[in-house]
């Protein structure tokens, strides 16, 4: 390697974005998409810094699904590039900062999500198994089910809303952003689901009548909740007696930057902190159990159930029955 070319690598790596990047291509290899979502920048920025660190070398592309994906250069990192590479991977590994921290919790995420993607094909132990389909199975549930007029509180882009509607008489979708229901809208539209109501508004005041549903679904909206007693309480209050409210929603956890990136105000809740919030809103029959979780990610999802209505006699006599399975 000559002057120029030490000259140009080092301006490369001057850049922290570059060296995030590196570290997490040292990871797997992840397309634009992904890379955007793990980082937090604007598409553009990522492909251009990807470009510089292909220039130098230290990034290749490759085609895979459809996509194209990048990952380190092997071939240079063992060649020329050897000894600065492993003076690199070590810093790496001894990275500790909140910034490394949460890079590494957004690429779990990343991966969990790629893994789970409905378009794939499953497979067991390697197996092929054609047409496996965790929506599929989701849908089929439904068939299971009387019809059922469901509250989604907090709807977002709507995707829980469209697959509820599938198995729903009707679907109440309420969400406070204007911007995120017109594409819960169109999306609704392209998969041709016409008995879905949408109403803007907030969870602590939801915009329905007293007794007016039969299962209230909180998917991911508590912890974005400014006072979730006031969500809790107004679930119970659209409830029909006897109904259920249906929560899926983090456990505890240390990522703060979901704060100023997604707008959490809470991080997670704990099963006896989500049971007592449930407890004073008037469920009974309280179940709760674990609904995701990866091995080394920073993110758990509980499943958590109620009725509405009379606790059973059993449950009378010493408080509201919780039950948490895992």
């Known amino acids: 390697m000559d002057m120029n070319q030490a000259a140009m690598l080092y301006r490369v790596l001057g850049e922290d974005v570059r060296?995030?990047?590196?570290?997490?291509?040292?990871?797997?290899?992840?397309?634009?998409?992904?890379?955007?979502?793990?980082?937090?920048?604007?598409?553009?920025?990522?492909?251009?810094?990807?470009?510089?660190?292909?220039?130098?070398?230290?990034?290749?592309?490759?085609?895979?699904?459809?996509?194209?994906?990048?990952?380190?250069d092997t071939a240079a990192m063992e060649g020329a590039l050897a000894g600065l590479w492993a003076h690199l991977r070590a810093q790496f590994a001894d990275a500790a900062s909140a910034q490394a921290r949460a890079d590494d919790a957004r690429l779990h995420e990343v991966l969990r999500l790629r893994r789970e993607n409905f378009d794939t094909h499953g497979t067991d132990g390697g197996q092929l198994v054609p047409g496996r389909s965790w929506a599929a199975w989701a849908r089929a549930?439904?068939?299971?089910?009387?019809?059922?007029?469901?509250?989604?509180?907090?709807?977002?882009?709507?995707?829980?809303?469209?697959?509820?509607?599938?198995?729903?008489?009707?679907?109440?979708?309420?969400?406070?952003?204007?911007?995120?229901?017109?594409?819960?809208?169109?999306?609704?539209?392209?998969h041709g689901v016409s008995?879905?109501?949408?109403?803007?508004?907030?969870?602590?005041?939801?915009?329905?009548?007293?007794?007016?549903?039969?299962?209230?679904?909180?998917s991911q909206a508590l912890h974005h909740a400014a006072a979730p007693d006031r969500a809790l309480a107004e679930a119970v209050r659209v409830l029909r007696a006897n109904g259920r409210a249906l929560l899926l929603d983090l456990r505890p956890h240390d990522q703060?930057?979901?704060?100023?990136?997604?707008?959490?105000?809470?991080?997670?809740?704990?099963?006896?902190?989500?049971?007592?919030?449930?407890?004073?809103?008037?469920?009974?029959?309280?179940?709760?159990?674990?609904?995701?979780?990866?091995?080394?990610?920073?993110?758990?999802?509980?499943?958590?159930?109620?009725?509405?209505?009379r606790p059973h006699a059993a449950s009378r006599r010493g408080g509201t029955r919780v039950r948490t399975s895992r």
């Not at 634009?32 to 070398?57: D, F, N």
């Not at 879905?196 to 329905?208: A, C, D, N, T």
């Not at 609904?291 to 920073?298: E, I, T, V």
């Open 19 to 72: 060296l995030r990047l590196l570290r997490v291509l040292a990871q797997e290899r992840l397309n634009v998409t992904e890379l955007t979502a793990v980082l937090g920048l604007a598409q553009s920025g990522v492909s251009r810094h990807l470009g510089l660190l292909k220039e130098a070398g230290l990034v290749a592309e490759e085609p895979a699904g459809g996509f194209t994906y990048y990952r380190l």
């Open 141 to 190: 549930l439904g068939h299971l089910l009387p019809p059922l007029d469901v509250a989604d509180l907090g709807c977002g882009d709507g995707h829980l809303t469209v697959e509820a509607a599938r198995w729903a008489r009707r679907v109440y979708a309420v969400d406070r952003s204007a911007v995120v229901l017109r594409r819960a809208r169109a999306l609704a539209r392209k």
């Open 195 to 218: 008995n879905i109501v949408w109403k803007r508004g907030e969870i602590e005041r939801v915009p329905l009548p007293d007794q007016s549903v039969d299962v209230v679904l909180l």
């Open 256 to 309: 703060r930057w979901v704060k100023d990136r997604l707008g959490d105000q809470w991080l997670g809740f704990s099963d006896d902190a989500l049971a007592s919030l449930m407890q004073r809103a008037g469920l009974s029959d309280i179940r709760l159990q674990i609904g995701a979780r990866k091995a080394g990610g920073s993110f758990t999802v509980t499943i958590a159930s109620g009725v509405k209505g």
